[in-house]
């Protein structure tokens, strides 16, 4: 059964560009939740979607936003790129999205902004 | 404001030892769950405790949730250098809250050869 992919792995961008990241979950699976890890702060909640609506949105500013396909596939988009965005961006997916139930996640995509 | 907590933030221990990792809150949580990621890698879900006082075990791992529900430990016999990793834990935010999962700020291991 194949996981969570993530595109791309790696990304270099400067301040002020925007980005697109992307997330296919695992077959079957509805709900697919982004995360941005840091040293400083850690994993951090940053939106849910189920069947193409978000669902949650952690505290992140309105430069990150996100949407979802029908095949339940999601793009996560990071807008006026700032230094502090620098972080790996992890996807995890899961079949209804219920808070007890196991998130598989992907290896992330690691972004650095010069 | 739910947090979790984790302790030791770092700990290099030699192939063998035991070792035991913490996670606390002030918060009661209906489950908590504990993770292990490898450089490079995402999370992967090692267990999911729910009701308070209860032990698991996954081979040499030993997973218990504490009676109030604010608190787990993750117990390792017999370190192997596979174990070296991030441990996380995690549980579900309150409706409150703007997250839906917190995460703790992890413990890194090291299990030296």
């Known amino acids: 059964k194949a996981g969570v992919t993530q595109t791309p792995r790696y990304l270099i961008k400067t301040r002020g560009q925007q980005v697109t990241l992307s997330c296919s979950p695992i077959?079957?699976?509805?709900?697919v939740s982004w995360y941005q890890q840091t040293p400083g702060q850690g994993l951090q909640f940053l939106f849910e979607?189920?069947?193409?609506?978000?669902?949650n949105k952690g505290n992140f500013p309105g430069r990150f936003s996100g949407r979802q396909f029908s095949n339940s596939r999601s793009e996560m988009n990071v807008s006026t790129l700032e230094l502090g965005d620098s972080a790996l961006y992890l996807c995890a997916s899961s079949r209804t999205g219920a808070s007890n139930q196991p998130q598989h996640f992907g290896d992330g995509t690691r972004l650095s902004i010069l | 404001t739910q947090l979790l907590e984790q302790s030791p933030q770092f700990l290099s221990i030699q192939e063998g030892e035991n070792l035991t990792v913490y996670c606390n809150s002030s918060?009661?949580?209906?489950?908590l769950q504990w993770y292990r990621q490898e450089p490079g890698e995402g999370p992967v879900l090692l267990v999911t405790?729910?009701?308070?006082?209860e032990v698991k075990k996954l081979k040499r791992l030993t997973f218990q949730f504490g009676d109030a529900r604010k608190d787990s430990s993750l117990h390792i016999t017999a370190a192997q250098p596979g174990d070296t990793g991030l441990y996380l834990c995690a549980g579900p935010a309150s409706k409150t809250s703007y997250d839906k999962v917190i995460f703790g700020p992890g413990t890194s291991l090291s299990v030296i050869p």
């Open positions: 405790v729910v009701t308070g006082g």
């Open positions: 077959s079957g699976h509805r709900s």
């Open positions: 918060s009661v949580f209906s489950s």
């Open positions: 979607y189920f069947s193409e609506t978000q669902r």
